[in-house]
């Protein structure tokens, strides 16, 4: 038992000094001014070859992405029909999820391996996301769309925000729910869809 006392007491010494550099380091980036305020007027995403310009309102990052080429094997998502959870080999995850009303700008990031977009469109009263049918091209009715972030290295709609590029759209949103989808065929029904809430 003893043998082990000396070995404790390095363990202790080592997480006390863990602890004082960690609180040294916040100290250090707190008086700098690090945390304060949003990301530079132009902003690149790690990893992202290209950076959105300054946008006006307020910011939201989404990031896409997927599990690469190949994942989704036979396509399970031809059988459409309402309340289809989405089977999570894709994602779309934005932040932050709940913005005041008026001017937002959506910087969307493409992380995959396969391309991607980013729409808005209204909840209806009830409707969660996620829960909106698909047609049998796996896609969903873009009747309603507010705005989209599909052009790689541009704003508004495109061809796709291609892997490892941005893209980048400011919409005007009065308070309600919304929700951010990729509507490429079988991507909302593999789990590429999140709920915006906007308040007054």
Known sequence: ????????RLLAAGAVAALVLGIATTLLFAATGAFRGSAPA??????????SPALQGHL?????????????GRPHWRTPGPGRQG????????????????????????VGALPHEVMVLPLSAGQAAGERPTRA???VNEAGSLGEASRSCGAGAGHGIAPGAMAWTTVTLQPGR?????NFPGHYIAGMYTELDVTR
């Open 87 to 110: 089977m999570g080999m894709m994602y779309l995850r934005a932040t932050p999820s709940t913005v005041p009303a008026g001017k937002v700008s959506l910087r969307a990031v493409n």
């Open 42 to 51: 132009a902003w690149r995403a790690p990893g992202a070859h290209c950076s």
């Open 137 to 139: 091209d796996g896609r």
């Open 178 to 182: 919304y929700e951010l989808l990729c």
């Open 1 to 8: 038992m003893s043998a082990n006392r000396p070995r404790g």
């Open 60 to 72: 939201m990052d989404v990031t896409v992405g997927d599990m690469g080429p190949g994942m989704m």
